[in-house]
């Protein structure tokens, strides 16, 4: 179970230099959602790790908790940022040439 901490200072920053209690809500449900699938990824490639075999002192299995902590502390600078850019990013993605080398 992952917790999302709603008091982190990127998403009360990003929040607050929103206009309007509409678009503060936005924000909070893109950082909602964006930190949901990062973490769900996250959780996925642990649990993937962790059956393949890592046991025993000072391995993955023993860091989980301390693993998950940081990926969500990381995450939370750069998850408001790509929620508001990817439209764009998708956009201009479909209307350039694809180079194939």
Known sequence: MYKINYDN???LRYRQGQRGDVL???????YIIGMRLLLLGIEHALIQ???EGAQGEGTLVDMLDEIRR???R???STVLAVADHLPKIMENANFQPQVVE
């Open 49 to 51: 790790a962790k059956n």
């Open 9 to 11: 200072s990127y998403h």
């Open 74 to 76: 990381g995450a939370a």
């Open 24 to 30: 503060r809500d936005v924000v909070s449900q893109k």
């Open 70 to 72: 940081l990926a969500a």
